[in-house]
T-cell receptor, first 111, second 114 residues
Framework: ELKVEQNPLFLSMQEGKNYTIYCNYS?????LYWYRQDPGKSLESLFV?????AVKQEGRLMASLDTKARLSTLHITAAVHDLSATYFC???????????FGTGTRLQVFP | EPEVTQTPSHQVTQMGQEVILRCVPI?????FYWYRQILGQKVEFLVS????????KSEIFDDQFSVERPDGSNFTLKIRSTKLEDSAMYFC????????????FGQGTRLTVV
């Protein structure tokens, strides 16, 4: 059964600092997604990663995928308060398109 | 920009009552899903639906749950006899035909069972 783990679960960081969120998954997957969720709100798609070595960047966020290590990272550069949210990675495996979500990382950026 | 819309945004119901959560997926999408998120926890898959039938369901999706696409636009989740533990945020999602595209999520329905 596909399992997805994220760490850290909670991240408090100062504005301007860099940090990385990690997403590990247990079996072969062909698609990995990153979503952002603000409190009480829906899930906003950030990145779709489809192949080994894929790297995508949007603003201060950069996501990468290493399928051999079964690891994806979400790197935050020079954090700003607006990035405060919960970030989920989600994985789907071959022959199914259901998403298995990670535990989420609650990010708080303070001045 | 097209979006998935869900109604109601918040539903309070008494234990044992039936509820129907409604979703209007993005119009040219073919794959539909329901997920739920218990407060403070991760998002869990309930069911996927394609070509007017369930394509996959999780263990959570027991006989108390059903889904329907009653017309060309709506996609509903029915819980026949609600339990306290059904209290959660329920998200509808839809996806286009290509397997490598992401699912787009609605804003969610917060279900509170009292």
């Amino acid at each position: 059964e596909l399992k997805v783990e994220q760490n850290p679960l909670f991240l408090s960081m100062q504005e301007g600092k860099n940090y990385t969120i990690y997403c590990n998954y247990s079996t072969t997957s062909d698609r990995l997604y990153w979503y952002r969720q603000d409190p009480g709100k829906s899930l906003e798609s950030l990145f779709v990663l489809l192949s080994n070595g894929a790297v995508k960047q949007e603003g201060r966020l950069m996501a990468s995928l290493d399928t051999k290590a079964r690891l994806s990272t979400l790197h935050i550069t020079a954090a700003v308060h607006d990035l405060s949210a919960t970030y989920f990675c989600a994985v789907s495996s071959y022959n199914t398109d259901k998403l298995i979500f990670g535990t989420g990382t609650r990010l708080q950026v303070f001045p | 920009e097209p979006e998935v819309t869900q109604t109601p945004s918040h539903q309070v119901t008494q234990m044992g009552q039936e509820v129907i959560l409604r979703c209007v997926p993005i119009s040219n999408h073919l794959y539909f899903y329901w997920y739920r998120q218990i407060l403070g926890q991760k998002v869990e898959f309930l069911v996927s639906f394609y070509n007017n039938e369930i394509s996959e369901k999780s263990e959570i999706f027991d006989d108390q749950f059903s889904v329907e696409r009653p017309d060309g636009s709506n996609f509903t989740l029915k819980i026949r006899s609600t339990k306290l533990e059904d209290s959660a945020m329920y998200f509808c999602a839809s996806r286009g035909q290509l397997m490598n595209t992401e699912a787009f999520f609605g804003q969610g329905t917060r279900l509170t069972v009292v």
